[in-house]
């Protein structure tokens, strides 16, 4: 999925990636965040998991990625601890302790700074069942 950032985006402006069944196994070598320079200096998203039903569970704005740098183009591995690879999205998302069992949106939400310069965010998510 790809989603487009306007020069006038503000901090925590978020973006819809995608959708993820709590229960699915992230290939974590494969899954990859490609992105346009969205500013200059310390521009940086965030790609996180959020509840598609009030309930669920409790949004986590950052449970795949942090900090991502968009100061430059670039693209990134979506899963930066390889301890991480192949965990289930349920266990990416801070405090959960079981499977909730339901679906989950990926959204990117734009950090630190707005941007200052339109671009692209894409995700290229690879996973399989639990």
Do not use: M
């Not at 990859?32 to 310390?42: A, C, E, I, R």
């Not at 950090?111 to 671009?119: C, E, F, W, Y």
């Amino acid at each position: 999925e790809t989603a487009e950032v306007t020069a006038a985006a503000s901090v925590d402006s978020v973006y819809w990636l995608g959708v993820l069944p709590s229960n699915a196994r992230l290939v974590g070598e494969l899954s990859k965040v490609f992105y346009d320079q969205l500013g200059t200096t310390s521009n940086t998203i965030d790609i996180g998991l959020f509840p598609i039903r009030t309930g669920d569970f409790t949004a986590d704005d950052d449970a795949l990625r942090a900090d991502i740098s968009t100061s430059a183009a670039s693209s990134t591995v979506l899963v930066s601890d390889h301890a991480s690879y192949g965990k289930r999205v349920w266990e990416y998302i801070n405090g959960q302790t079981t499977d909730p069992q339901c679906d989950c949106l990926v959204k990117a939400t734009l950090k630190d700074q707005a941007a200052v310069i339109g671009g692209t965010i894409s995700l290229q998510l690879v996973w399989s069942h639990g």
